[in-house]
């Protein structure tokens, strides 16, 4: 089972350097695949949640990485396959039956694809896709979300920022994923003293809530490096001074690692305006929804960005952090590599199979150096490729490629 042990080796997210002047945390070297192959000696259960939209085909590629690079470092995978979300709707009217809970539970991870359309925006809050989301977080219990954001060389030119400003961007955002605005009490609709209408919500933290993913992100930004600024409103909003306050008392632990402080609408000004200022970045629920995603455009594409979600102990939750983007659903144009980079995170930080995981990132990395393209990071030059075709590519990659520590 994946766990956040706060006292163990801090994380190292994929395809991220931890040492200033690297480019990678690896080489690659030239295997034989005719030697590549081991009998397995490990075995684990995931649990695979396609849910909607683009779900289906960018797990599908997601897969076929995931047991080829497994079965080539010893490793056999049991899968058990449950809906969520829309899906989940349609066969058995919730977002998020008891029996897709009870085997994420009961797996070793799980990955998720995407849940979410048009089909269902019209839902009762309680009936929406989203619901069945928040509800198998809190039900797994994991509370740190890492989202790495790295502007990888193949794809500077991909990023919507002039090149001088993308080139190089090498940074985490830790997310603290079932407190805050999106779980506060109370909440919901009324009328207020004027018979308005009114609708609202409470952003509310307690202390260890602050604090558990205070230590996540020092840790985090110990092993890269050492610095780390925190998010918050903390010039008008009450939990965000004292989001501050346990921030600045955990720091105390850490007085190795740089911390600075920084408002979430300058820090969304800075993060467009000179990105490399960032390295480690620790923000609630709802800043760090926010940011994240604006992060992710500076790499290029929403499409190439994983995310992991780790609890203190039980299954760790791991899905790339596009949408579902219904309007190109079944139209083999999606972007799978987010997910296959998903299934290293799910690899490294929740089953601890190091080398497989690098064997994935190693093949993503040179797929692109190859020229292959989805319509998202698509340039003159390269070749552009449909979602199975990319999966096609990166399981050429994994098969004859093998990443070498430095």
């Not at 956040?4 to 690297?22: D, E, R």
């Not at 600024?229 to 740089?258: G, H, Q």
């Amino acid at each position: 089972m994946a766990a956040l042990q706060l006292n163990a080796k801090p994380f190292t997210p994929p395809l991220v350097s931890s040492h200033p002047s690297s480019k990678h945390s690896f080489k690659l070297a030239r295997v034989s695949c005719s030697a590549a192959v081991a009998a397995p000696s490990k075995r684990y259960t995931i649990t695979l949640l396609p849910g909607d939209g683009i779900g289906p085909e960018v797990i599908s590629v997601a897969k076929n990485v995931l047991n080829l690079a497994a079965s080539i470092e010893g490793i056999e995978f049991k899968y058990q396959e449950m809906p969520v979300g829309g899906s989940a709707l349609d066969l058995t009217g919730v977002p998020l039956p008891d029996e897709t809970l009870s085997a994420a539970l009961q797996s070793d991870a799980v990955l998720l694809g995407a849940i979410g359309g048009y089909k269902w925006d019209k839902n009762e809050k309680h009936l929406k896709p989203e619901t069945g989301l928040l509800k198998l977080r809190e039900g797994l219990k994991v509370f740190a979300n890492l989202r790495p954001a790295v502007v990888l060389p193949q794809l500077v030119d991909a990023s919507t920022l002039k090149r001088e400003v993308a080139e190089g961007v090498d940074l985490m955002v830790v997310r603290e994923l079932t407190g805050g605005i999106y779980f506060g009490q109370p909440r919901g609709f009324g009328t207020n003293e004027n018979g308005e209408e009114i609708g609202f919500n409470t952003e509310v933290y307690a202390a260890y809530e602050v604090d558990r993913i205070a230590r996540v992100a020092f840790e985090t930004a110990r092993k890269r490096q050492g610095k780390l600024c925190s998010v918050d409103k903390a010039n008008v909003l009450e939990a965000s001074m004292f989001w501050r306050k346990r921030i600045m008392e955990i720091a105390s632990e850490y007085p190795d690692v740089e911390l600075s402080h920084m408002y979430v609408d300058n820090a969304a000004m800075q993060l467009v305006r000179n990105p490399k200022q960032f390295d480690t970045i620790v923000t609630n629920n709802i800043f760090g929804d926010i940011l994240s995603d604006e992060a992710s455009m500076i790499t290029g594409s929403i499409g190439m960005l994983p995310s992991a979600s780790l609890g203190k102990s039980g299954p760790g939750l791991f899905e790339p952090i596009h949408g579902s983007a219904p309007d190109i659903a079944g139209q083999d144009k999606a972007n799978p590599l987010a997910t296959v980079l998903s299934v290293a995170m799910l690899l490294k930080y929740g089953l601890g199979e190091e080398n497989a995981a690098r064997r994935i990132e190693a093949a993503v990395l040179d797929t692109l150096d190859r020229g292959f393209r989805t319509v998202d990071i698509y340039s003159s030059g390269t070749k552009l490729v449909g979602c199975k075709e990319m999966g096609e590519e990166v399981l050429k990659s994994v098969d004859s490629r093998v990443p070498s520590p430095i």
